[in-house]
């Protein structure tokens, strides 16, 4: 029975750091390039700027805004997943993102500003 106990709880654990605090994802296409290439794999701090539910679209926290340069993960005013650098915060508090291969970039160039809500968390490593 101690093992079946450690097995819950080590998946237990792992799901709780993979929805709150740590995420994992695979960088697909080319827009990052040369600093993320397509298939690396991305490590996601989801606390870099605040406190949200998985399910929740708001932070219930928030602790800190994106700066400039940073790498963030987020959804696109058109629901999309995406990972671009920080350029700008606007005066409405959203972000203005451009990829790094501006030629092969769909970005804030044609979908405006990303609004705080929807960023996800920041790219520690790749």
């Given amino acids: 029975m101690n093992g079946t106990k ?4 080590s998946l237990t654990s792992a799901l709780v750091l993979k929805l709150f605090v740590l995420d994992f994802m695979i960088a697909q296409g080319h827009s990052m390039e040369p600093a993320i290439e397509n298939g690396a794999v991305l490590v996601i701090n989801r606390l870099r700027y ?13 602790w800190a805004k994106p700066k400039n340069g940073e790498v963030l993960v987020f959804y696109t005013p058109t629901g999309e997943l995406a990972v671009k650098r920080c350029i700008e915060m606007t005066e409405w508090g959203g972000f203005i993102v451009e990829g790094d291969n501006a030629h092969s970039s769909y970005d804030s160039r044609s979908y405006g500003q990303v609004p705080f809500n929807n960023i996800i968390g920041k790219v520690l490593g790749y």
């Fill in 6 to 9: 450690a097995i819950i709880l």
């Fill in 50 to 62: 605040g406190f949200r539910l998985p399910w929740r679209q708001n932070y219930l926290i928030s």
